[in-house]
């Protein structure tokens, strides 16, 4: 083999490589502080003047420590999401961090993270936790307790339920993306705007049209603040 063609050969496989490992691009500096008031476009944010930043741009007054209100919650939980949206040093870093309260049988219902793996650690109380692969569909679950950790791999659906009666739980979850972004998968299919055909559906699920209309008329609200 000739060395243009080894060397066309080694840009192929660096190439290959680098998209099968990437999630968010790696920073070519020591920040990028998200500049949201920029009116240029690009995939994230804009970097921040340099001189213009200061501590503040990497912090946050979160109160990650004080409980969320489930009770609102048609699902029973709280997710309380820190990405860069809202605190902007996270622009570039590929990490963001939540906050997940449970009422007692309350659930953070089966979802995907387009752009991240989650790693979940249970602070309080008891979970029941799992992730599904892509087809064909195992199913791959445990029950956690106080200190445990599961992780879920980045675009797979995954789930989590508090199967006490009478005590709240509380997790904190680590993400691979400084903005993750989620697709809850009831509110997705059934609750999407415009709203997709119920011919589609119904033959999706295979069950009636009027099922789907009795859905589709739900409200599927958003768990993630």
């Known amino acids: 083999m000739a060395v243009s063609s080894y060397f066309l050969l080694a840009v192929s496989l660096a190439l290959v490589a680098s998209q099968a490992i990437a999630s968010d691009p790696s920073p070519l500096q020591d920040f990028c502080v998200a500049d949201k008031d920029s009116p240029v476009k690009v995939n994230g944010f804009v970097c921040k003047d340099p001189m213009a930043v200061n501590a503040d741009d990497f912090f946050k007054a979160a109160n990650l420590d004080k409980p969320r209100n489930t009770m609102g919650s048609k699902v029973g939980s709280n997710v309380t999401l820190i990405n860069v949206m809202q605190l902007p040093g996270l622009n570039t870093l590929g990490i963001s961090l939540a906050r997940i309260d449970y009422a007692p049988?309350?659930?953070?219902?089966?979802?995907?993270?387009?752009?991240?793996?989650?790693?979940?650690?249970?602070?309080?109380?008891?979970?029941?936790?799992?992730?599904?692969?892509?087809?064909?569909?195992?199913?791959?679950?445990?029950?956690?307790?106080?200190?445990?950790?599961?992780?879920?791999?980045?675009?797979?659906?995954?789930?989590?339920?508090?199967?006490?009666?009478?005590?709240?739980?509380?997790?904190?979850?680590?993400?691979?993306?400084?903005?993750?972004?989620?697709?809850?998968?009831?509110?997705?299919?059934?609750?999407?705007?415009?709203?997709?055909?119920?011919?589609?559906l119904a033959k999706a699920f295979q069950v009636g049209k009027e099922t789907i209309d009795w859905l589709q008329a739900q409200f599927w609200e958003n768990n993630h603040y």
């Open 105 to 200: 049988l309350g659930e953070n219902p089966p979802h995907t993270h387009p752009r991240a793996t989650e790693i979940l650690t249970v602070l309080e109380g008891t979970l029941y936790v799992g992730f599904v692969t892509s087809n064909p569909n195992k199913l791959f679950a445990k029950v956690l307790n106080r200190g445990d950790v599961f992780v879920f791999p980045e675009g797979l659906i995954h789930f989590q339920f508090n199967p006490a009666h009478n005590k709240p739980a509380v997790a904190l979850a680590g993400l691979s993306s400084q903005n993750p972004g989620v697709i809850t998968i009831a509110s997705a299919v059934f609750g999407s705007k415009p709203p997709i055909s119920d011919d589609v």
